[in-house]
């Protein structure tokens, strides 16, 4: 539908601008917040190999920090630091966060596998045998592309509950969401299918996440308990999501208008226009290059799933298909590809995803700027995590259930590592649920629904930024496009609770 003349549509702000507004508003925290600490102790708890002695904190332990008063001691955040206590200054925040990782709101290593992983895909793209093999793909696959969306959303979602990393899909969409703008959807579909359904499947995953493990482990539950009910909500997240991106991708199919991305998306389908027109058969240097990115494909995936590879492995393994795709470019003279093509290449292909390496950089200073997320040290974070617990003690078994939520939610815009969540939260959480009368197996569902899907909104989630810098959309975009069908994501995880509750999910 076309907007009124004159009428102006209003404009979400730039995700780096949200940002240094959370920093300034922590800025303040530091200002009125005392700071607070939790002691450690020693528990026995249920783990895959039967039970452990582990060191956890004592969600009963918590203490102020005070002066020699005997007053509650406040440690202002300066504005260039890192001051005489430690505390990193408002202003290096963000090279705090880009040099730091251990007590900061990400993998530390996040930063250099967008970089890898960008310039990587940088070196395939000059070779020219991606958007060849689009082409290709497109052209055989005319009759039943309609099938596309809710497929590859499927196989997201698996890969999301089997693997339970969402980085993965970031190398993936880098061929999944030009092939979907070819078939006449857009960028957005191809957001749907990569990170969206990969996220879902991670939020009601009932095998493999590290996030959901050392939540449960904490918890004093066995560990991957209650797979059968998270079974069944991964079931409602992916049925449901799978039909939405079903009708969303078929709606732009029919006119490619309705969707906000479609300038950006024209330049792309443009580009396969001119190359459509001189499209010819795929020579052997081509054939190989295909060849090497299957099998990278198919290694990550096997790494993933039987050897637990770790970012760094796959950001080796795509560095090592970007350098043998590129000698291969330049021997076969693929796109009149030269030498000196491969490191412009790759620079370029960094540069995609700079944006996403300063998002993580910010979010990782905004949590030095409060102390950092060392539970035995002095911080803000632990003081308003003791007061979110105090408060949540007062309220009846669901209310409470629903604030943990909210609160995992909230907590995710300072803190979007969901292993660094759970270790912070649920030495506090978990125990509370006992006095709420809520299982603690309603608080590590509330923890796994909130740290997840508030992966979908949040301007200080590197993934989530990492994709919609490969799909070349804005993140204010992405909310306007839709927030109605996350807002449903989100009351589904309401339901989900309140059932659970009912039902006396332990």
């Known amino acids: 539908m076309q907007e ?9 702000p730039h995700p780096f601008l949200v940002i240094f507004a959370a920093m300034l508003f922590a800025l303040v925290l530091t200002f009125l917040v005392p700071l607070g600490r939790y002691e450690l102790m020693q528990v026995t708890a249920l783990t895959e190999n039967g039970q452990q002695t582990q060191t956890v904190v004592d969600p009963d332990s918590f203490r102020y920090i005070l002066d020699e008063n005997n007053e509650r001691v406040t440690y202002p955040a300066p504005l260039f630091g890192p001051s005489s206590h430690g505390r990193q200054g408002m202003m290096n925040v963000l090279f705090a966060g880009l040099e730091y990782g251990e007590q900061a709101a990400g993998t530390a290593g996040l930063i250099a596998y967008m970089l890898v992983i960008g310039g990587s895909f940088g070196i395939l793209m000059r070779t020219g045998v991606l958007d060849q093999s689009i082409l290709r793909i497109v052209h055989r696959t005319e009759e039943f592309i309609m099938l596309f969306p809710p497929i590859l959303f499927i196989l997201f979602a698996l890969a999301g509950a089997f ?39 991670i939020t009601a995953s009932w095998c493999s996440p590290a996030a959901l493990k050392i939540a449960q482990e904490i918890a004093g539950v066995p560990v991957f308990s209650g797979a ?39 330049r792309y389908r443009e580009k396969l226009e001119k190359l459509r027109d001189r499209r010819d058969s795929m020579k ?6 295909l060849l090497v990115v299957a099998l990278t494909i198919v290694w990550m995936l096997w790494g993933a799933l039987t050897m637990s590879y770790a970012l760094s492995d796959i950001a080796s393994l795509f560095f090592v298909m970007a350098v043998v795709s590129g000698i291969l470019g330049t021997a076969f003279h693929l796109n009149g590809m030269r030498l000196s093509d491969i490191p412009r290449a790759f620079q370029a292909g960094a540069s995609d995803l ?25 911080s803000v974070l632990n003081t308003i995590l003791h007061w979110a617990a105090r408060a949540l003690g007062e309220l009846p078994g669901v209310l409470a259930s629903w604030l943990m939520y909210i609160f995992h939610t909230g907590l995710s815009f300072v803190v979007p590592s969901d292993t660094g969540q759970a270790s912070l939260t649920m030495p506090v959480m978990a125990p509370l649920a006992n006095s709420l009368g809520v299982s603690r197996q309603i608080s590590v569902l509330a923890f796994q629904l909130g740290g997840s899907l508030s992966h979908l909104i949040m301007p200080t989630s590197g993934c989530l930024i990492g994709i919609l810098s490969v799909a070349h959309l804005e993140w204010g975009d992405w909310l306007r496009a839709q927030w109605k069908a996350l807002a449903v994501a989100f009351g589904i995880g309401f339901l989900a609770l309140t059932v659970g509750f009912l039902t006396g999910y332990a």
């Not at 009124?4 to 979400?12: A, D, E, S």
């Not at 079931?235 to 009708?247: E, H, K, P």
């Open 163 to 201: 693997f339970g990393f969402s980085e993965g899909a970031i190398p993936l969409a880098f061929f999944v969401v030009p092939l979907l703008i070819a078939m006449g959807f857009d960028a957005v579909t191809g957001v749907l299918v990569t990170f969206v359904a990969t996220q879902l499947g």
């Open 228 to 266: 059968g009910f998270r079974f069944a909500l991964w079931l409602v997240f992916i049925l449901l999501g799978a039909g939405y991106t079903t009708y969303y991708a078929w709606r732009v199919h029919e006119k490619a208008s309705r969707s906000l991305s479609y300038e950006n998306d024209m």
């Open 4 to 12: 009124k003349k004159g009428k102006k549509r209003l404009q979400p």
């Open 284 to 289: 052997l240097g081509s054939r190989l290059v």
């Open 354 to 378: 700079v944006g996403a390496v300063i998002v993580v950089g910010m979010a990782q200073g905004m949590v030095l700027l409060l102390g950092g997320i060392n539970p035995t040290d002095a």
